[in-house]
């Protein structure tokens, strides 16, 4: 059984930075995608970054220049740095791993951390 597990979550005002991590067990790391996904209130659940296993990476045009997706295959952990944080971020943050396209495997999810940007 896989697990993924996000923290790091919290509240700041505009303008401010958290880093997000997810760790996840087993041995799929190494080979599978990596994603933040976010849902705010109200809205669909929506792709924020992504990171393959060789380390390419697509952003979100919304978070672009502001969020930076990262991992390290030596942990099982991949970050979310997120910088000039709006109010608009506020959603529940959300960590997916998935397997390559083109191979099969399940896809999972993590619980969620709460990312909250206000005055």
């Known amino acids: 059984q896989v697990e993924v597990v996000e923290s790091g979550g919290g509240s700041v005002q505009p303008g401010g930075s958290l880093r997000l991590s997810c760790a996840a067990s087993g041995s799929i790391f190494s080979i599978y995608v990596m994603g933040w996904y976010r849902q705010a209130p109200g809205k669909q659940r929506e792709s924020v970054a992504v990171?393959?296993?060789?380390?390419?990476?697509n952003y979100a045009d919304s978070v672009k220049g502001r969020f930076t997706i990262s991992r390290d295959n030596a942990k099982n952990t991949v970050y979310l740095q997120m910088n000039s944080l709006k109010p608009e971020d506020t959603a529940v943050y959300y960590c997916?791993?998935?397997?390559?396209?083109?191979?099969?495997?399940?896809?999972?999810w993590g619980q969620g951390t709460q990312v909250t940007v206000s005055s």
């Open positions: 990171i393959t296993a060789g380390g390419t990476t």
């Open positions: 997916n791993a998935r397997p390559p396209k083109g191979t099969g495997g399940s896809v999972y």
